[in-house]
């Protein structure tokens, strides 16, 4: 037999501009940039290729509206995932580029923006929701057990001065000096 030439058609698709030039808030993960893509779209994440923060391919984009947590709100590297918090829940990513997967870690208690969350060193990571502050510890991977606690239940007279309709302007950082973690939230007025 005589053999017919064989047409192949190539797309480029691993280098685009930034798909969210309105990205909020983003975070480095497994050596990918990882960005939200704007309240237009609440539920996109879209990922760099590995070690180019600044090329993007086009169909590189995780969905987390799949169940009903709201909007995402923040996204934090913690070991070995990558945790994405939302509106009323959290969410994790894991693997590696390109075949990153996305699993619900909890439902019901969310961020309320990237500023809300913070890292206690050996310990584990400290957020504030809408009811409080919540504590992640433990690992991901490995045979540990993760938990996610509420650790403000003797602050409740405290919460009540909360001003909730600012709340997404909570800053929450860790004191090395002090080995505390301090929580601005905006209180009444």
């Known amino acids: 037999g005589k053999s017919e030439p064989v047409a192949f058609i190539t797309i480029e698709l691993a280098s685009i501009s930034l798909p969210v030039p309105k ?8 050596s990918c940039l990882f960005l939200e893509a704007g309240s237009h779209s609440g539920t996109r994440v879209h990922f760099s290729t590995v070690g180019t923060i600044d090329q993007f391919g086009q169909l590189d984009y995780l969905d987390v509206g799949s169940r009903d947590a709201g909007s995402l709100t ?25 075949t ?12 309320v923006w990237p500023d809300a969350v913070t890292e206690i060193p050996g310990v584990g990571i400290l957020f504030m929701s809408h009811d409080g502050v919540y504590a992640i510890t433990g690992g991901l991977q490995g045979g540990s057990e993760i938990s996610v606690q509420i650790i403000s239940d003797g602050l409740h007279d405290t919460l009540r001065t909360i001003n909730r309709s600012i709340l997404s302007r909570c800053v929450a950082r860790y004191s090395n000096k002090w080995k505390e973690a301090h929580f601005y939230i905006p209180g009444e007025g």
Request: charged fraction near 15%.
């Open 100 to 111: 990153f997967s996305v699993s619900a870690l909890m439902a019901g208690v969310g961020c």
């Open 23 to 30: 990205a909020r808030f983003g975070a480095a993960f497994n």
């Open 74 to 98: 923040a996204m934090y590297s913690y070991y070995d995932s990558l945790l994405l918090f939302r509106e009323k829940g959290i969410d994790v990513v894991r693997g590696n580029y390109p």
